[in-house]
T-cell receptor
């Protein structure tokens, strides 16, 4: 069966510090991968999605970047965190057609920027 | 980019059937309709997806009229554990343009 991992689970970082969140998927190959952010009490915002190694699409201009160095690895980064980067970060994967719309989410990382 | 509109909150009692309707007037021809459930501090969980007519699985049913401008998620005989936020989404071929709005906060009462 497929499994998605995210780490760390929680993170407290000062403003201006760098960020690296990692997501890995097991049990499937060539998944579509997604990064979402959820601010407190709000819906999820799609940040990035990737359909293959090195292929990243950004949905929202921001202080963040994403990379996909391996087929089942997706990394979210920032060079300098802002207070507004605080939130709940979720990684998700989906298979190809016809299950593209069926996304499976990881446990999430709760980031607090102080 | 299809926008969805759902009720902000709903209350129900254990054992009742719950129907949550979502409006998506600007849905595109290639868009699918997908519903997710989210508990606090967890990622959303896929419930059901459909393109038209009716889809049913072991958890829920999804009703989509011919014009596809709305959809209704039906949860049969809800229990306390169904208390969660339910999101309706329509999206593009890779899941891009998936916009998770505020969702519907369902509270199931004993």
């Amino acid at each position: 069966s497929q499994t998605i991992h995210q780490w760390p689970a929680t993170l407290v970082q000062p403003v201006g510090s760098p960020l690296s969140l990692e997501c890995t998927v097991e049990g499937t190959s060539n998944p579509n991968l997604y990064w979402y952010r959820q601010a407190a009490g709000r819906g999820l915002q799609l940040l990035f999605y990737s359909v293959g190694i090195g292929q990243i699409s950004s949905e929202v201009p921001q202080n963040l970047s994403a990379s996909r160095p391996q087929d089942r690895q997706f990394i979210l980064s920032s060079k300098k965190l802002l207070l507004s980067d605080s939130g709940f970060y979720l990684c998700a994967w989906s298979a190809g057609n016809p299950k593209i719309y069926e996304q499976y989410f990881g446990p999430g990382t709760r980031l607090t920027v102080t | 980019l299809a926008k969805t509109t759902q009720p902000i909150s709903m209350d129900s009692y254990e054992g009742q059937e719950v129907n949550i309707t979502c409006s998506h007037n600007n849905i595109a021809t290639n868009d699918y309709i997908t519903w997710y459930q989210q508990f606090p501090s967890q990622g959303p969980r896929f419930i059901i997806q459909g393109y038209k007519t009716k889809v049913t699985n072991e958890v829920a049913s999804l009703f989509i009229p011919a014009d596809r401008k709305s959809s209704t998620l039906s949860l049969p005989r809800v229990s306390l554990s169904d208390t969660a936020v339910y999101y309706c989404l329509v999206g593009g071929i890779y899941g891009q343009n998936f916009v998770f709005g505020p969702g519907t906060r369902l509270s199931v009462l004993p």
